[in-house]
């Protein structure tokens, strides 16, 4: 037989007295391992399965018994009496052998004789196999297999038990539409939850009791969702109980008569790297720990009821080290101090769904606030970040945004305090635990923020605090309404930021970056509806993407253009006070703005996919792409004049959703329009009515560039969107990098501080190289060092800026290539963790670059790769996306991939990757990227 390799995630641990040998009937000097356990041993070796001894015998004992026997290499891992604190039928040393072996107790196999092992494996969430011995089968109802000897024990009895009981945690790790149905029918009302916690040293974990208190409608079975690392003692109503830990999953608790039940348990649980559930974070020599709970986390951390339907008032005791400072849903009500730890007690939190309890726990400092709306405030952030604490800007916005949204809604801020935690390695913009929300500490800037970056981090702390009513106040029936609280405080935050003066562009910042990227991503074969089906929990983030966000936003603007803002706001008034501290569903929320309209709207544009395409000519010809079965609502129409010419252009404001685009129009006559309209809003129109244009093929891609070019003169919002769109084109089509083209841009923005214009500039550069336009290159690094010394601008950029241009003027020809390519991605503040060469030539599946870094590295290494580099390139992405990489990972090859003047390239990789059979959520994605890169080839190749 040829021999395999290991089998992951599997792992054997055997109890020693009775499974290994049997002291009952042997004597010292006649020790004999029981038969069948070297054929046993043998069978695992040859598939390579890790096994361990797991006994609360003393290891000398054991070792003697071997040796005597000659066994002594068969076992060669062993965890014995003096390893533990704690006997069977506590799981510690089930639990220390699993880590022995190197396989998380979950996906092992324990093998016992006793009722004491079978319940420390149950309190392990492992899989069991009891061997019968002198006991009789229903003695042993908890283990998935009973033998009669370890005879009747091979390879394929545990294989099945392995499969059974992954199967189990498979099945029971996500949660159902209709277990959640049927269990949210079995309980009455808000559940109680309390939860006293011990950290363990270093933030490792916590350990300690959960108490929960629910009353049940009729006799049921309940049970508790829980996924933690240990399960101790269990008592319900007062008395304990063993109850089923099916899959290490799901607890099945025994039937109970209606009336109030009360159930007791002890957990442990360690932390994790992972950024769910219970994380820990270190980051100058402090640590953080903190949970994150969306979808069905918490459950990782504790036994609940892990729905967003049945809310329970939660309340923590937490006993910590004495210098970390603790956050919570609720105001602190005491501290009580011993000689080592401090225990803090928290306050009983108003309802709320599992996912939105919350702590953080670490080597915090803080600072307070209260401001006109009387809500105390505080923001807990690192030390080393105080240094950039702009807290007053914060706090003033976050304040004002407060008011807003109590006069928008109509409803006073719901909870009694509001923090914002600043954590390091968070990897969502925020989260919006209720009353504490968590947020990225990149948005403390280290240096002077540009005016795009200050303006979305305003968009993310009002998308976040916006939250506390739409979502956390009233939260979904279920997941297939996340898209309403998502895409509600998409659209409600920019809506907000419109009343804020230092915000100016708001409104046309939501058509950019809402309205277009919705209809882009409406555009590709991976679209869906906006309402989509969400059967278990495990789906609950399958379609989160532009359409979920940005589009849904879009509609959700359609329903307030449709009501008018006022009785809009009436409306939702009336959805928060109908549904204050409850759940809801979309149906409740259109049925608030008493309109029966908006039903048959849901139906027609929530439930579908695509947009309607609107073409008109001068001549007042037109032609329309429209769906069946939708109704239409009217569209504004603009006068422009210029010179001896009259136009009329159609949704300038970009109200419609959909794609609209003139035909026939003079470039020229389009330049006059946009300069000769006062209002940014329909300068932008016309700009994205060009484009529209490109899109249909009605204008080509050099006309769209000579457009944004003439515009160059006026630095306006206006122009930065053109540039943004032209620096997506350039990163596709080197051809068109041309001098002239580079150089106007680049004088534009000669010194901006924003993202887009960086680039700009740095093209500009790149095309001096080029041109080998020595003296020009010259004379920008003599202006940026002018620049440098009196500090007039952003440090980083042009010390970046500077290098670039000084190693395009460098003398070696292999030098400038290499420190070029380098410095143009570290101009634009990325700051690699390795050189592209040693990105080129990483190992697989060991990657040094985190994602959110290399996602910003591709389009720099794309404007200046070789194209032998490119080949080698695309053979290492696509052995990458092989492997089981993280998602947002996977985004970012794929969106290396993306540049079109290599999208022939890219598209040979996908079919590749597809074939590989990967999961539903990754397939989705790389057909939209097939879709995505298809579409652009159709204009750039």
């Known amino acids: 037989m040829h021999k395999r390799g290991r089998m992951q995630n599997l792992g054997i641990l055997f109890d020693w007295d009775g499974v290994i040998i049997d002291s009952s009937k042997l004597h010292e000097n006649s020790w004999e391992i029981l038969s069948g356990i070297r054929e046993l041993i043998g069978e695992l070796k040859e598939n390579g399965i890790p096994y361990c001894i797991a006994s609360s015998t003393p290891k000398a004992n054991i070792e003697a018994v071997l040796n005597k026997v000659g066994a002594k290499e068969l076992f060669p891992n062993i965890v014995a009496a003096e390893d533990v604190s704690f006997g069977k039928p506590h799981p510690e040393v089930f639990l220390k052998a699993a880590q022995t072996i190197g396989i998380a107790a979950k996906n092992c196999v324990v093998i016992e004789d006793a009722m004491d092992g079978i319940e420390a494996a149950i309190r392990a969430g492992a899989a069991r196999i009891a061997i019968r011995s002198t006991h009789r089968h229903k003695e042993f109802l908890h283990a998935h297999l009973t033998v009669d000897t370890v005879k009747d024990l091979g390879i394929k009895e545990i294989l099945s ?114 950024g769910m559930g219970l994380t820990l974070v270190n980051a100058d020599q402090e640590s953080f720990l903190y949970t994150n709970f969306v979808p069905m986390e918490a459950s990782s951390l504790y036994p609940c009821m892990d729905q967003p339907d049945i809310k329970a008032h939660f309340q923590l005791s937490l006993t910590c080290q004495k210098d970390w400072l603790v956050i919570t849903n609720t105001r602190e009500a005491q501290t009580v101090e011993t000689a080592d730890v401090i225990r803090h007690d928290f306050c009983k939190s108003r309802p709320l769904s599992s996912y939105l309890w919350h702590f953080s726990a670490g080597n915090f400092v803080s600072v307070s606030y209260e401001g006109q709306s009387s809500v105390p405030m505080r923001l807990f952030f690192r030390k080393k970040k105080q240094a950039y604490l702009d807290h007053d800007v914060i706090f003033s916005l976050v304040d004002r945004g407060v ?85 509600f405080a998409t659209w409600v935050s920019y809506r907000a930021q419109r009343d804020f003066k230092e915000f100016g562009n708001a409104e046309l910042v939501f058509l950019e970056d809402v309205l277009h990227k919705a209809m882009d991503e409406d555009d590709l074969a991976s679209t869906h509806p906006v309402v989509v089906d969400c059967p278990d929990t495990e789906q609950a983030f399958l379609n989160f993407d532009a359409i979920t966000y940005q589009k849904g936003a879009c509609l959700i603007q359609q329903i307030c253009s449709h009501l008018g803002e006022t009785r809009f706001s009436q409306g939702l008034n009336h959805y928060l006070q109908s549904y204050f501290d409850k759940n809801a569903d979309l149906n409740d929320f259109l049925t608030a703005f008493e309109d029966k309209d908006l039903h048959k709207f849901s139906e027609q544009w929530l439930m579908s996919t695509g947009y309607p395409t609107l073409k008109y000519s001068l001549n007042g010809d037109y032609r329309t792409e429209e769906f069946e079965n939708r109704d239409y609502y009217p569209i504004s129409r603009k006068l422009v004049e210029v010179k001896d010419e009259s136009f009329v252009f159609l949704n300038l404001d970009q109200k419609g959703y959909g794609r609209v685009y003139i035909a026939g129009l003079k470039d020229s006559s389009l330049i006059e329009c946009i300069k000769s309209c006062p209002e940014p809003i329909f300068k932008l129109g016309l700009l994205q009515q060009y484009w529209n244009g490109v899109w249909h093929l009605e204008y080509s891609v050099p006309q769209y560039l000579g457009i944004v070019c003439s515009l160059a003169e006026n630095n306006d919002f206006v122009l930065q969107a053109g540039i943004r769109k032209l620096l997506q084109i350039l990163s596709m089509r080197s051809d068109l990098l041309d001098y002239s083209l580079c150089q106007n841009l680049g004088k534009t923005v000669y010194f901006a501080s924003d993202q887009q214009n960086r680039q700009a500039f740095l093209l500009w550069i790149h095309s001096l190289y080029l041109k080998k336009d020595r003296k020009s290159l010259c004379e920008i690094r003599d202006g940026l060092e002018l620049r440098l010394e009196q500090k007039r601008a952003l440090e980083l950029n042009l010390a970046g800026l500077g290098e670039a241009v000084s190693y395009s003027l460098d003398s070696s020809e292999e030098c400038r290539l290499h420190n070029l390519r380098l410095e143009l991605i570290q101009a634009v503040r990325l700051e690699p963790k390795s050189t592209l060469h040693g990105l080129m030539n990483q190992k697989l599946g060991n990657h040094t670059l985190d994602s959110a870094t290399f996602g910003k590295v591709a389009p720099s290494y794309f404007w200046c790769a070789e194209s032998s580099m490119v080949s080698e390139y695309f053979v290492c992405v696509t052995k990458l996306l092989k492997q089981p990489l993280d998602m947002v990972l996977k985004h970012h090859w794929l969106n290396s991939m993306f540049p079109g003047r290599y999208g022939k390239q890219a598209l040979n990789c996908l079919p590749q990757i597809l074939n590989e059979d990967p999961s539903l959520s990754d397939r989705r994605t790389l057909i939209r990227w097939q879709s995505l890169i298809q579409n652009w080839a159709r204009l750039c190749l």
């Not at 939850?193 to 629910?214: H, K, M, N, P, Y």
């Not at 008011?403 to 809604?409: A, D, S, V």
């Not at 403390?444 to 005016?451: A, I, T, V, Y």
């Open 161 to 274: 038990v392995h499969a059974s009981h992954k199967s189990d945690y498979d099945k029971y790790s996500k949660l159902s539409k209709e277990d959640a149905h049927f269990r949210r029918g079995s309980v009455k009302g808000n559940v109680e939850f309390r939860a006293d916690l011990l950290v363990a040293s270093e933030g490792r974990g916590v350990s300690g009791t959960v108490t929960i208190r629910w009353e049940q409608k009729k006799e049921a079975s309940i049970w508790l969702d829980y996924r933690g690392t240990e399960l101790g003692q269990v008592l319900l109503d007062g008395k304990e109980i063993l109850p089923d830990w099916k899959g290490g999953a799901r607890l099945i608790l025994p039937k109970t008569e209606s009336g109030f039940h009360t159930v007791c348990i002890n957990i442990r649980v360690e932390s994790n790297r992972s």
């Open 403 to 487: 008011l807003w949204f109590e006069k928008f809604f109509g409803v006073p801020f719901p909870y009694e305090k509001y923090d914002q935690i600043f954590l390091p390695g968070f990897y969502w913009g925020g989260m919006e635990n209720a009353a504490s929300v968590v947020l990225r500490e990149e948005i403390l800037f280290e240096s002077p923020p540009s005016p795009e970056q200050l303006f979305d981090r305003g968009n993310l702390l009002l998308h976040e605090l916006s939250h506390m009513w739409f979502g956390d106040l009233v939260t979904m029936k279920w997941w297939d309404d996340l898209w309403l609280n998502e895409a």
